[in-house]
C-alpha cells in the first residue's frame, strides 16, 4: 500500500504561480511512476504531468513551457510547480503513483487538492 498526501493548492490569480506537492508514504521502494492529473466537474481526469524513478518526464500539451514536475526522493515527494497560471487551469490536482508492473502496476490517489485560477 501507498499513502498519497497532497498539498499547496489555493486560489491565484491570472499569471501567477502555485507549487504542488505530493508526499508518499508505504510501499514507496515499488512505485515507478508518479504523475499529477486534474479534473473539473463534468469532465474526464485529465493526465497533467508524469515522472518515472529513473526521471523521464512528459507533459500535455496544454501545460508544456508553464509546468514543471520534479521529484526528491530523499524526501518522497513529488512537486508540480505550476507557472502562467490560467483561468482554465482552474481544477481539483491529484497525485497518482503507479507500483512497477512487475508487481502488478497497481496505482494509488492522494485527496485532491483544488487550484481556481481567478481574479
Known amino acids: 500500500q501507498v499513502q498519497l498526501v497532497e498539498s499547496g493548492g489555493g486560489l491565484v490569480q491570472p499569471g501567477g504561480s502555485l507549487r504542488l506537492s505530493c508526499v508518499a508514504s508505504?510501499?514507496?521502494?515499488?512505485?515507478?511512476?508518479m504523475r499529477w492529473y486534474r479534473q473539473v466537474p463534468g469532465k474526464e481526469r485529465e493526465l497533467v504531468a508524469g515522472i518515472t524513478s529513473s526521471g523521464s518526464i512528459d507533459y500535455a500539451d496544454s501545460v508544456k513551457g508553464r509546468f514543471a514536475i520534479s521529484r526528491d526522493a530523499a524526501k518522497n515527494t513529488v512537486y508540480l510547480q505550476m507557472n502562467s497560471l490560467k483561468p482554465e487551469d482552474t481544477a481539483v490536482y491529484y497525485c497518482?503513483?503507479?507500483?512497477?508492473?512487475?508487481?502488478?502496476?497497481?496505482?494509488?490517489w492522494g485527496q485532491g487538492t483544488q487550484v481556481t485560477v481567478s481574479s
Open positions: 508505504g510501499n514507496i521502494f515499488l512505485i515507478t511512476l
Open positions: 497518482n503513483h503507479v507500483y512497477n508492473p512487475v508487481y502488478g502496476g497497481r496505482e494509488f
